[in-house]
């Protein structure tokens, strides 16, 4: 079945500086990669997603790279603010089959010091 | 977006009794999974709710300790049995509106076995 692997664990940044978590699939066939974040005490959101048809996607301060033959993904929060602070998780589905579910990634608990 | 409604939001139990928490959407969706989130780490899937029929249960999952019903397409329930402090966690209840979109998640259900 699919595995996917998130790093760093804990990101720590100053306010205003960039954000980036990774996470490796193993999955070839996997068709689609959400990112949520989850607030303490709260439900996971989605914030973004990507399809294996794209290699980036831009939403305001956030967007999603996908590396295919790496089996990769990468969100990048730019200009961050206290806000962003939260913990995120990747994940990696079979959209459109039998059965699709998602796995999700360790997560990455993102701290932004004002 | 579907509407989720998750109940109870918390609970607190005795070991060796059972719970059973209650999914309700607004509109028909196609797919209604289930998912546990032990303290402090990632969501791992218990099974996908089948409309109809059985749950499909993931690796380390059985029918006897998470009996799933799944009486339409718009509400399902998670039974807990037996529980021990082991089963504290928090269970959340997602949902897909149709095949290849997006999964939204309810607010979950914190559990404590006392």
């Known amino acids: 079945g699919e595995n996917v692997e998130q790093h760093p664990s804990t990101l720590s940044v100053q306010e205003g500086d960039s954000a980036v978590i990774k996470c490796t699939y193993s999955?070839?066939?996997?068709?689609?990669f959400p990112w949520y974040k989850q607030e303490l005490g709260k439900r996971p959101q989605l914030i973004i997603d990507i399809r294996s048809n794209v290699g980036e996607k831009k939403d305001q301060r956030i967007a999603v790279t996908l590396n295919k033959t790496a089996k990769h993904f990468s969100l990048h929060i730019t200009e961050t603010q206290p806000e962003d602070s939260a913990v995120y998780f990747c994940a990696a589905s079979l959209k459109g089959a039998a059965g699709n579910k998602l796995t999700f990634g360790g997560g990455t608990r993102v701290l932004v010091k004002p | 977006s579907a509407v989720i409604s998750q109940k109870p939001s918390r609970d607190i139990c005795q070991r060796g009794t059972s719970l059973t928490i209650q999914c309700q959407v607004d509109?028909?969706?196609?797919?209604m999974f289930w998912y546990r989130q032990q303290p402090g780490q990632s969501l791992t899937l218990i099974a996908t709710a089948n409309q109809g029929s059985e749950a499909t249960y993931e690796s380390g999952f059985v029918i006897d300790k998470f009996p799933i019903s799944r009486p339409n397409l718009t509400f399902s329930t998670l039974t807990v049995s037996n529980m021990s402090p082991e089963d504290s966690s928090i269970y959340l209840c997602?949902?897909?509106?149709?095949?290849?979109?997006?999964?939204?998640f309810g607010q979950g259900t914190r559990l404590t076995v006392v």
């Open positions: 997602s949902v897909e509106q149709g095949v290849g979109t997006e999964a939204f």
């Open positions: 999955d070839s066939a996997s068709n689609y």
């Open positions: 509109s028909q969706v196609t797919m």
